[in-house]
């Protein structure tokens, strides 16, 4: 069965695919990005249809991992070399590094120029046509499995 993706939940997905490995952006951080909606609508998308993205690199402000995703996330961040540090006291659980990890959207790698910085709609024309997105719903992380990676 296939499903239109809704053009909030595209340009959501969008940024998230731009985030690159190793660095993170909380869910307040992709709305302001976008310049519409919140954290709990950036959520709300993820929880539906964050399975086509790297989910694990779109956080909670307070960088604890997803609730009931941890193991998943962790290994992704360790395979990811993302930053991590240990929540103080007994037990201390891991968290991510947010000042070292938490990415502004300063393009990275063969793109890298210092101080350019990609805007919401160069993001958008970076991702070439949108669409093609195929209802899977295995419940979160995410909800639909892409049928084309976006390049």
């Known amino acids: 069965m296939s499903e239109e993706l809704p053009a909030y939940a595209e340009r959501v997905l969008e940024v998230v695919e731009r985030i690159p490995p190793g660095r993170v952006m909380t869910?307040?951080?992709?709305?302001?990005?976008?310049?519409?909606?919140?954290?709990?609508?950036?959520?709300?998308v993820m929880a539906l249809y964050g399975g086509a993205v790297p989910w694990w690199r779109v956080v909670r402000a307070d960088g604890l991992p997803l609730p009931g995703h941890e193991p998943r996330a962790l290994e992704h961040y360790r395979a990811e070399s993302?930053?991590?540090?240990?929540?103080?006291?007994?037990?201390?659980?891991?968290?991510?590094?947010?000042?070292?990890?938490r990415w502004d959207g300063t393009?990275?790698?063969?793109?890298?120029?210092?101080?350019?910085?990609?805007?919401?709609?160069?993001?958008?024309?970076?991702s070439g046509r949108s669409g093609d997105r195929t209802n899977a719903r295995p419940g979160y992380p995410g909800g639909l499995r892409c049928a084309r990676r976006l390049p």
Do not use: C, F
């Open 82 to 101: 993302t930053p991590l540090r240990l929540t103080p006291g007994v037990g201390g659980e891991p968290r991510l590094d947010m000042r070292r990890a």
């Open 27 to 44: 869910y307040g951080d992709v709305a302001e990005w976008l310049g519409e909606g919140g954290p709990r609508q950036v959520g709300r």
């Open 107 to 126: 393009r990275t790698g063969r793109h890298a120029r210092r101080g350019s910085h990609l805007t919401a709609s160069a993001m958008r024309g970076l």
